[in-house]
């Protein structure tokens, strides 16, 4: 099973506002980048950014990280398994014969698969500070913040207009 990063951020880096709010920008181009990569693949994200989500996405499994001992009650879901790992998802969407899992939030769960994803998608969304007032920003390292990106290349870079730059991440191969 394939592993895969996917996610957007700005020019100072973030990546979203803390705790369970949605995207702070909205460029059609990148949710249809988005759909169309993650269409009929696993999801792993973490509670907040399950919260933010304004309803289950169609046609995609989400495996939801929870640090509370009781996993949340929201009934029988039958596209969303809770667990209290990342180990435990990898695990629970091998066993469903994913294809393909990919991790699409928050930061700290990114930052861990940083060095062990196969792939990364990656938005820079361009042009969009975030206004002064807005809550404190999530962060994703930039390439040489990190020794991790160190393991991969960009194979694919794409602009859209001025305002995207949609970059393709491989892991290196080791020989």
């Known amino acids: 099973m394939r592993i895969s990063l996917i996610y957007a951020q700005n020019e100072d880096g973030a990546i979203g506002l803390a705790g369970p709010h949605p995207l702070p920008w909205h460029h059609p181009e990148d949710l249809e980048r988005f759909k169309k990569l993650t269409m009929g693949k696993g ?54 014969d994913m294809e393909e899992l990919f991790v699409i939030g928050g930061a700290s769960i990114l930052n861990t698969m940083l060095g062990k994803a196969d792939t990364i998608y990656r938005t820079m969304v361009l042009n969009t500070p975030l206004a002064k007032g807005e809550l404190a920003k999530v962060h994703m390292p930039e390439r040489g913040e990190s020794p991790q990106w160190d393991k991969y290349k960009c194979v694919k870079t794409e602009y859209v207009e001025d305002r995207l730059v949609f970059l393709t991440y491989e892991l290196k191969h080791q020989g």
């Open 43 to 96: 999801l792993l994200m973490g509670m907040n950014t399950f919260d933010s989500l304004p309803r289950l996405l169609p046609g995609r499994f989400h495996f939801v990280l929870t640090r509370g001992k009781g996993l949340p009650r929201l009934g029988r879901l039958a596209s969303v398994q809770f667990l209290n790992s990342i180990s435990q998802a990898v695990l629970a969407a091998e066993e469903l």
